[in-house]
Nanobody, 123 residues
Framework: QVQLVESGGGSVQAGGSLTLSCAAS???????MGWFRQAPGKSREGVAT??????SYADSVKGRFTVSKDNAKYTLYLQMNSLKPEDAAMYYC???????????????????WGQGTQVTVSA
């Protein structure tokens, strides 16, 4: 069982930066961790994943967002730069146990979710 708590959301102007944090209740070095987002009226979409030092990103955020982990602090981060109005959404972190034969990507069936943190970007 893993409890996840996001923080760091807020309101910024386009071009600004935010860093989201996701505090886990236990070590997650053997988990596939991900950031997802959902804007009003839209489906949830994957933003970034990380496991064992490997990362993946949605095309829409490549070069602007960076996902990282501090295993000692049980914390996942999402550094967001050059924010655009279309990045505005509720952001969620998620986790699922790593399985050797299954890649860590958005298609994994993440079974642990945080409550979300809101990001607003004004033009």
């Amino acid at each position: 069982q893993v409890q996840l708590v996001e923080s760091g959301g807020g309101s910024v102007q386009a071009g600004g930066s935010l860093t989201l944090s996701c505090a886990a209740s236990r070590y997650t070095y053997n988990y596939c961790m991900g950031w997802f987002r959902q804007a009003p009226g839209k489906s949830r979409e994957g933003v970034a994943t990380i496991s064992s030092g490997r990362t993946s990103y949605a095309d829409s955020v490549k070069g602007r967002f960076t996902v990282s982990k501090d295993n000692a602090k049980y914390t996942l981060y999402l550094q967001m730069n050059s924010l655009k109005p279309e990045d505005a959404a509720m952001y969620y972190c998620a986790a699922v146990r790593l399985v050797a034969s299954i890649p860590c990507n958005f298609r994994r069936n993440f079974n642990y979710w945080g409550q979300g943190t809101q990001v607003t970007v004004s033009a």
